[in-house]
C-alpha cells in the first residue's frame, strides 16, 4: 500500500488528482463519493465523466449530506436527475450530530485508491481552499486484506442504509424541497457571504495575511451557459417587472434593484472575454456607446452570474451624486424639471493592462469599476483601450489576478492579430446583445 499526503492548494489540488483517476484509460469498477457538502458546479464538473463511467459499467453512488445549510436543493435536484445513478443523502435527525465526512474512492481490479480528508465536494474543497487529505494507494492482490479492513471500518458511509440513510428519487425529492433547513443556492450565498471575514482589498484590514492561491478548473461550457442563460431571463423579467410596476405608479422602483436581487445560479471563472464597443468617447446613443474615452459596459449577466469573481458586492462603494446640484442638459431644459440623484456603485481594483502583441504598451494602474443604478449600467474605464487603438470587434480577455499587488489583468488583442480568432470562440451574442461575451 502506497500513502502520501496531500496539501491543497500549494501542494497538490484533491479535485485535479480524483479527475486525472477519473480519466484513466482503465475503467475502474467502482466509483464512489462521500461529502458533508456538494455544490452545484463541482457536480457539473464531474457529470459527463460519471455518467460514462456508469454506462460503461462502473457502479457509481454518491452519499451526501444535507447538514448545516451545505448543500442546496438546486444540488438535490440535479443529483436526482443523474438516476440510475444511486445518491443516497445522509441525515441523523438527532439533534447536536452532523454528517461530516469526506471519502472519494476509485477501484479497479488492480488497484484501489482512496482519498480522505477535510475536501468537500465543493470548488473550495477540491480546488481553492486549504484543505488536508491523504490518497492511500492499495494495490491487488497483495494489499486485500487491508482494502477489505478499510471498507469494513468505513462501510458506514461507503454502503449507507436505513434509517439515516435515504435513496434520493423524485419522491423523497419532493419532500426535501419542501424543507425550510434546506436552502435554495441564493439563501446558501446570503449565508455564505454573512459569514464572510476579512477583505483581501482593504489595505487597513491587517488582522490577517495574504498570499495567493490557485483557483479552480476551467468550468465546462454547458454549465456556463446554462447559468448565463437561466440568470439573462431572469434579468429580463426583473427589467419588466419593475418597468411595469413604475408606468402603473403603484410604487416607485429603482433600476438600481436589478443587482440587489438574488442570481439564480453562479460561475467561478478563469477568464471574462468582450467584444469591445466604440472607445473613442463618443456621444451616447441607442447602442449605449460612452462619452468617456476608453470606457466600457459589460453585460449585467456577465456581472450578475459570476458575483464572486468581479467583487460584487463586497467591494464597491455607495456614491450619489445629488439631482438638485446638476446644471441643466441643455439650455432649453425646464429648470422646474425633477432632478434625478444620479447612484453609483465604485470600486478601483489595480488592473494590469497590456496589448497583445506589442510588449512596450503595458502599464498597471487602478481602474474605475462602478454599477450605475440609474440606467443598470455596469462599467470600467480604461483609457489605454482608445489610446492603443482598440476598436470595435477587438477583444479584451480580463482576468482575476489576486495576487496581493494586482486584481485584474486586461489583455487587449486587435481583430489582425492570430490570437483574435481564438478569443472569439469565447465570445457569443446573448438575448439583446450587440456584442459577443463569454467566460472559459
Known amino acids: 500500500m502506497q500513502v502520501r499526503f496531500v496539501a491543497q492548494p500549494h501542494g497538490s489540488q484533491l479535485g485535479k488528482l480524483f479527475l486525472s483517476e477519473l480519466a484513466n484509460p482503465q475503467p475502474p469498477t467502482a466509483v464512489t463519493i462521500v461529502s458533508a457538502f456538494v455544490a452545484r458546479a463541482t457536480i457539473h464538473r464531474l457529470k459527463s465523466r460519471l455518467r460514462e463511467l456508469h454506462a460503461a459499467g462502473t457502479k457509481v453512488r454518491l452519499v451526501i449530506g444535507v447538514d448545516m445549510g451545505g448543500t442546496s436543493k438546486e444540488v438535490l435536484q440535479e443529483l436526482c ?4 445513478i444511486e445518491v443516497f443523502v445522509f441525515k441523523n435527525k438527532k439533534a447536536g450530530v452532523t454528517f461530516h465526512p469526506k471519502i472519494y474512492v476509485v477501484e479497479r481490479h488492480h488497484v484501489a485508491d482512496f482519498f480522505v480528508g477535510s475536501n468537500n465536494l465543493t470548488d473550495g474543497g477540491l480546488f481553492k481552499n486549504y484543505e488536508g487529505a491523504v490518497h492511500l494507494s492499495y494495490s491487488l492482490p497483495a494489499d486485500a486484506a487491508s482494502l477489505t ?28 424541497l419542501a424543507r425550510s433547513d434546506i436552502p435554495s443556492e441564493a439563501e446558501s450565498r446570503q449565508r455564505a457571504r454573512t459569514a464572510k471575514v476579512g477583505s483581501p482589498s482593504s489595505a487597513a484590514d491587517d488582522a490577517f495575511g ?11 461550457p454547458n454549465y456556463q451557459d446554462l447559468v448565463l442563460t437561466a440568470n439573462s431571463a431572469k434579468l429580463s423579467e426583473i427589467k419588466k417587472g419593475a418597468k411595469k410596476a413604475a408606468q402603473s405608479g403603484t410604487k416607485k422602483v429603482k433600476k438600481g434593484g436589478i443587482m440587489a436581487a438574488e442570481p ?3 460561475i467561478a ?4 472575454y468582450m467584444e469591445l464597443n466604440a472607445t473613442d468617447g463618443a456621444k451616447p446613443k441607442a447602442g449605449g456607446k460612452s462619452n468617456i474615452p476608453g470606457e466600457q459596459r459589460i453585460p449585467l449577466p456577465a456581472i450578475w452570474s459570476a458575483q464572486d469573481y468581479w467583487g460584487w458586492p463586497d467591494n464597491y462603494t455607495l456614491s450619489i451624486n445629488p439631482g438638485a446640484n446638476r446644471k441643466r442638459a441643455k439650455k432649453d431644459e425646464d429648470p422646474n424639471k425633477e432632478k434625478v440623484d444620479r447612484i453609483y456603485r465604485n470600486w478601483y481594483p489595480v488592473w494590469e493592462l497590456s496589448l497583445v502583441g506589442d510588449a512596450t504598451k503595458r502599464v498597471r494602474k487602478a481602474v474605475r469599476m462602478y454599477f450605475y443604478e440609474n440606467s443598470s449600467d455596469f462599467r470600467f474605464t480604461a483609457g489605454e483601450l482608445k489610446s492603443w487603438g482598440g476598436e470595435p470587434g477587438d477583444i479584451v480577455k480580463i482576468t482575476r ?3 496581493g499587488t494586482v486584481d485584474f489583468s486586461c489583455e487587449l488583442v486587435k481583430k489582425t492579430h492570430p490570437l483574435h480568432a481564438k478569443w472569439a470562440t469565447y465570445c457569443k451574442t446573448g438575448e439583446k446583445t450587440d456584442r459577443g461575451f463569454g467566460f472559459d
Open 81 to 84: 436527475s443523474w438516476s440510475p
Open 149 to 176: 479492513a478499510a471498507k469494513s471500518e468505513l462501510s458506514k458511509f461507503l454502503t449507507p442504509d436505513a434509517p439515516v440513510a435515504k435513496l434520493l428519487d423524485k419522491e423523497y425529492l419532493t419532500k426535501l
Open 264 to 266: 439564480l445560479a453562479q
Open 401 to 403: 489576478v489576486d495576487d
Open 210 to 220: 495574504f498570499e495567493p492561491t490557485p483557483g479552480a478548473l476551467e468550468l465546462p
Open 269 to 272: 471563472p478563469v477568464s471574462f
